[in-house]
């Protein structure tokens, strides 16, 4: 399954919105899958990504195997470092840590990963990503050792997208952060995606459908629902 990220631009020039489910194999046991998977064939979601801060497991590799077998949905990678990258996949956001200065996470871990990735099949879809303030400190904050830009600075945001965008990043990726107490500011969204050319992606701190529809009027092309989905998978028909 390949041209993934054709398939996001056509979308976004058609005007269609996107949806994917983020499962954090640390969080997903093996024996929920066979509830797990029949509730996001029921979603509306149109992506499915696997990755987190951390990810402990071993079991990112049978995780995917199993939702490939049982949906067809493009499974992307969302990795937080190259020790996630699994094969078994069909993409991955190549990630760039642009609202931070760690450099880890602006060059290291990508150079790490290159070989791996130049050896597989996966997709590989240049991502710029940026954490916004989100009135907790969040998994990703903690990990990666970086401030989030300031909540209500929609300026640097902006600014930072552009960057993101004229560095030749295919997708921009606004995030809250995994559990966030807040979600990415509508004004923020709204501004950003009217800056950018390149397909917007938002997630972190959306809590139901109302948050996903709300993103969507302000901009975002694609929204990402992680722990919302993991504490209730009846969150789209429960919301």
Wanted: glycine share 8%; no cysteine.
């Amino acid at each position: 399954m390949q041209n993934i990220y054709n398939e996001i631009l056509q979308s976004k020039i058609q005007g269609k919105k996107l949806l994917a489910i983020l499962l954090d194999p640390d969080k997903v046991a093996l024996d929920s899958l066979e509830n797990i998977i029949p509730k996001i064939n029921q979603s509306p979601a149109t992506h499915i990504f696997i990755g987190g801060s951390l990810v402990l497991t071993n079991t990112i590799d049978v995780i995917i195997r199993e939702l490939k077998e049982k949906t067809k949905l493009p499974i992307v990678l969302f990795p937080g470092n190259p020790s996630q990258i699994s094969i078994e996949a069909h993409g991955i956001l190549f990630l760039t840590l642009l609202s931070g200065r760690n450099p880890d996470f602006l060059i290291e871990h990508q150079v790490k990963a290159a070989p791996i990735l130049k050896k597989s099949n996966l997709e590989i879809i240049s991502t710029g990503y940026i954490l916004i303030e989100s009135g907790n400190q969040t998994a990703v904050a903690s990990v990666s050792k970086t401030i989030p830009l300031p909540r209500h600075n929609t300026e640097i945001a902006v600014a930072t997208s552009l960057a993101g965008e004229f560095l030749g990043n295919k997708l921009i990726y606004l995030e809250a952060g995994s559990g966030a107490e807040l979600p990415v500011p509508l004004d923020t969204i709204s501004l950003v995606s009217k800056n950018i050319k390149i397909p917007l992606i938002v997630g972190g701190g959306i809590k139901n459908m109302q948050g996903i529809k709300d993103a969507y009027t302000a901009g975002a092309d694609l929204v990402v629902i992680g722990t919302a989905f993991e504490n209730d998978p009846d969150f789209f028909t429960n919301s």
